[in-house]
């Protein structure tokens, strides 16, 4: 089992570009929540995608949008980077939402975005 | 609104000690989940151990056990006789005990503790 898989590990973009993150979710989950992670903080929620909707979102404006596949794979847009778009984007999976709960949580490597 | 404070940027001890990293919180919630995450160089976010709230008795896994004082609303990790694969940042988090299906079961993060073990 691969565990949750995030593509690419490393990207960089310039200022007002768009940029499109992927998350493959752990084998049998089917939620995946996507965070924000500027260095040296924790990370922030973005949002959750569970049954191809997205369920929750945190306080992040409209240019981050995500999408969930049938195969519960997910994708995380941001459009009109911003230099502090700047951070690694982690990728949570889990079976149900209400699985986050407990130890059936599992995160990918993460993305490391630089905008320039 | 929810917050969570770690009030330790970093701490540094050698190997085999005990170390405890602090964590306060702050909510008008009576349960809830509090956690305690280690990120690695590798960046991979892994869950060292978990606290419900209205569980008592506080949680232990193997070397790693926390102290969870809810009046004081304060979750500290004790990590016991530790070893060089310790070296990480740590992350306290909590999270509502959601109702169901549409309840919000995002994690509200602290801005981590970088633990360093010498030999």
């Known amino acids: 089992d691969a565990g949750v898989t995030q593509s690419p590990t490393h990207l960089i973009k310039t200022r007002g570009q768009q940029v499109t993150l992927r998350c493959s979710p752990k084998s049998g989950h089917d939620t995946v929540s996507w965070y924000q992670q500027a260095l040296g903080q924790g990370p922030q929620f973005i949002f959750q995608?569970?049954?191809?909707?997205?369920?929750q979102r945190g306080n992040f404006p409209d240019r981050f949008s995500g999408h969930q596949f049938p195969n519960y794979s997910s994708e995380l847009n941001v459009n009109a980077l911003l230099l502090g778009d700047s951070a690694l984007y982690l990728c949570a999976s889990s079976l149900r939402p209400q699985a986050l709960m407990n130890t059936e949580a599992f995160f990918g490597q993460g993305t490391r975005l630089t905008v320039v | 609104a929810q917050t969570v404070t770690q009030s330790q940027p970093e701490m540094s001890v050698q190997e085999a000690e005990t170390v405890t990293l602090s964590c306060t919180y702050d909510t008008s919630e009576n349960n809830y989940y509090l956690f305690w995450y280690k990120q690695p160089p590798s960046r991979q976010m892994i869950l060292v151990i978990r606290?419900?709230?209205?569980k008592q008795q506080n949680a232990t896994e193997n070397r790693f056990s926390v102290n969870f004082q809810k009046a004081a609303k304060s979750f500290s990790l004790k990590i016991s006789d530790s070893q060089l694969g310790d070296t990480a940042m740590y992350f306290c988090a909590f999270m509502n005990r959601p109702e169901g299906m549409d309840s919000n079961y995002q994690l509200i993060w602290g801005a981590g503790t970088k633990l360093i073990i010498k030999p």
């Open positions: 995608y569970y049954e191809e909707e997205e369920r």
């Open positions: 606290q419900e709230a209205y």
